[in-house]
């Protein structure tokens, strides 16, 4: 049974970095059907999807955070890191993991999270 | 500012029927498949449906989707206090990122 589980600080002071890890265990992230997300959630809103990374590196992002979303991946530990630069209140929220089953065929795109990590809440104060 | 639209709130009775939707446009939903998602407290988000109606292994059929046009549905049947909870819908934007719902959240009265 494939189960996801981020990691990293819990608090950020404002315009660092946010970094959190999530670590995959039951599955390998090498998987060629897969693809590993970043999905966030401010409290008392709805959730944002921030991006995905394949085995291979390849990355998509939200385009509203991409100057200042890196994420990477470590298939050694089966892991996926995400990078949030220049953080201010409005990134505190629930950062979840997830598995991403992503395809596109002429134009029509299947996407959905299979799987998620429980979430981990990032705060962002002083 | 989500792109995809659903009803802040759904309240029913146990045992009744709730019919959740997801308003979207022609460069998401009128394009491709979507997928909803059950957020309950303390547990990690689960995937009810995804390719629009189809059920992940473990998701009982109380749980049905639809899709026609920028709109898609979904239906609990049976209303358990258990299924308490968020639900959203998700899918792709042409804009090149996944897209989510605004969010539902069922109450069981």
């Known amino acids: 049974q494939v189960q996801l589980q981020e990691s990293g600080p819990g608090l950020v002071k404002p315009s660092q970095t946010l970094s959190l890890t999530c670590t995959v265990s039951?599955?390998?992230?090498?998987?060629?059907?897969?693809?590993w997300s970043w999905i966030r959630q401010p409290a008392g809103k709805g959730l944002e999807w921030l991006g995905h990374i394949y085995s291979s590196g390849n990355t998509k992002y939200n385009p509203s955070l991409e100057s200042r979303v890196t994420m990477s991946v470590d298939t050694s530990k089966n892991q996926f890191s995400l990078e949030l630069s220049s953080v201010t209140a409005a990134d505190t929220a629930v950062y979840f993991c997830?598995?991403?089953?992503?395809?596109?065929?002429?134009?029509?795109?299947?996407?959905?999270?299979?799987?998620w990590g429980q979430g981990t809440l990032v705060t962002v104060s002083s | 500012q989500s792109l995809l639209t659903q009803p802040p709130s759904i309240s029913a009775a146990p045992g009744q029927r709730v019919t959740i939707s997801c308003s979207g446009s022609r460069s998401n939903i009128g394009i491709n498949y979507v997928s909803w998602y059950q957020l309950l407290p303390g547990a990690a988000p689960k995937l009810l449906i995804y390719e629009n109606y189809k059920r992940p292994s473990g998701i009982p059929d109380r749980f049905s989707g639809s899709k026609s046009g920028t709109s898609a549905t979904l239906d609990i049947a049976g209303l358990l206090t258990v299924d308490e909870g968020d639900y959203y819908c998700g899918t792709w934007d042409t804009s090149l990122q996944g897209v989510f719902g605004t969010g539902t959240k069922v109450t069981v009265l």
């Open positions: 039951g599955d390998s992230i090498n998987s060629d059907n897969y693809c």
């Open positions: 997830a598995r991403e089953d992503e395809l596109t065929l002429f134009g029509v795109t299947k996407i959905w999270f299979d799987t």
